[in-house]
């Protein structure tokens, strides 16, 4: 099949007759009703996707003269895993892969990606060490800042909030943000106040991040992709992909594939995105890891859910320099306190042998990943 002026989709389907699950998805997600022709439809045959069908592998090229620069990532979505939810003959559609061919240039890619965030903060030859502020909710101001002052003194290059953290009347969003800011200057770390929310909240959020002097954004993927492109054109500052949530995007008989997921937050422009983790309470395969940080182009790989100091080595070891490694409960669960656990993560680099106090307090605690 020829590829050139196409978008190509690669689905995984299950159906009683893959073949007509191939034509039914191609007419039902360009022209229309794949059962019923119209008078019109000797004069669309342009508009129709060319599809094939080998085992349970679909492919589809939707002629590119479907999409404009100008309809975006939720629209593009939209015809990739649509109509095809409603086709009764088809039990299972998985997007498998996509290539986009010379539509990727309608999409922002990521203004700073991994290269140009190590160049803001100045970091050369190790990973990024991100911190998360715990408890999640509950915190005053002035106890948030508390807490985010420690991190930053400790060794933070990147601080985020929870992605549950919202605007309550505890710990507004204005204060909030204008309080760590003006705690945090001096400090070489970038500070990403939570800017989830709906629509024009989201954009009123950023802006105010911005202009308050926050280092970046994050929100999470309930928002929406279109939110994360939006950001990313608007404001320029280092954007942050949360994807909690996303097994309900990535799992399940219609789903889209990780690497898919991960080729589509490039795309949009994302600056850092939560890939997942190896050895924490979260454990994915190095494989499935690997696939998902490939997908993702420039995009700096972020590493948390049960990350500690014990896999600073194991993590460098299997993904190298250009990651980040993100944690929350190693930072604030260490004996000695916040500042000792993210020294804790910078000792680390050094390897474990005759470690010092903060990080032997960590090895005691959570081991030491081989």
């Known amino acids: 099949m020829a590829v050139a002026g196409h978008i190509k989709a690669t689905y995984y389907v299950e159906a009683t007759d893959t073949l007509q699950a191939a034509h039914d998805l191609a007419y039902g997600q360009s022209i229309g009703n794949p059962y019923i022709r119209t008078v019109y439809d000797s004069k669309l045959e342009k508009y129709i ?6 085992g349970r592998t679909v492919t589809i090229l939707f002629p590119r003269r479907n999409f404009s620069k100008r309809d975006g990532i939720n629209y593009l979505m939209s015809v990739l895993m649509g109509g095809q939810m409603d086709i009764g003959l088809i039990k299972a559609c998985i997007l498998a892969d996509l290539e986009l061919g010379t539509y990727e240039k309608s999409f922002p890619r990521p203004r700073f990606g991994v290269a140009g965030i190590k160049k803001l903060l100045g970091v050369q030859g190790r ?3 991100g911190g998360i502020v715990k408890p ?8 948030l800042v508390e807490v985010v002052k420690e991190m930053a003194d400790g060794g933070c290059d990147f601080i ?12 507004p969003f204005k ?4 309080a760590v800011v003006k705690a945090i200057k001096g400090y070489k770390v970038l500070y990403a106040p939570c800017i989830t929310g709906d629509g024009s909240e989201i954009w009123k959020k950023a802006r105010m991040a911005k ?3 926050a280092g970046a954004v994050h929100l999470n993927i309930w928002c929406g992709f279109g939110a994360y492109r939006e950001i990313r054109e608007r404001v320029d500052l280092p954007l942050f992909f949360q994807k909690s949530g996303d097994r309900l995007w990535t799992t399940g008989p219609f789903s889209i594939a990780p690497k898919v997921l991960y080729k589509i937050v490039n795309l949009i422009g994302c600056d850092f995105a939560h890939v997942g983790m190896f050895g924490g309470y979260l454990s994915e395969s190095v494989g499935s890891l690997r696939e998902k940080i490939y997908s993702m182009g420039v995009t700096t790989p972020s590493f948390s859910c049960g990350a500690h100091p014990g896999l600073v080595g194991k993590l460098r070891y299997l993904f190298g ?11 604030h669960g260490h004996p000695l306190g916040i500042h000792a656990g993210v020294r804790a993560f910078h000792q680390a680099l050094k390897g474990y042998d005759n470690p010092p106090a903060e990080l032997k307090r960590a090895i005691e605690l959570w081991g030491v990943v081989k």
Do not use: H, W
């Open 175 to 178: 204060k909030r943000v204008e």
């Open 160 to 171: 985020k909030e929870d992605e549950i953290l919202g605007n309550p009347p505890l710990c």
């Open 321 to 331: 320099d250009d990651i980040m490694i993100t944690s929350g409960g190693a930072i």
């Open 127 to 129: 990973p990024l060490f």
């Open 49 to 54: 996707p060319e599809y094939k069908a080998e």
């Open 136 to 143: 999640k909710i509950g915190l005053s101001v002035a106890q």
């Open 211 to 213: 202009d308050l002097g």
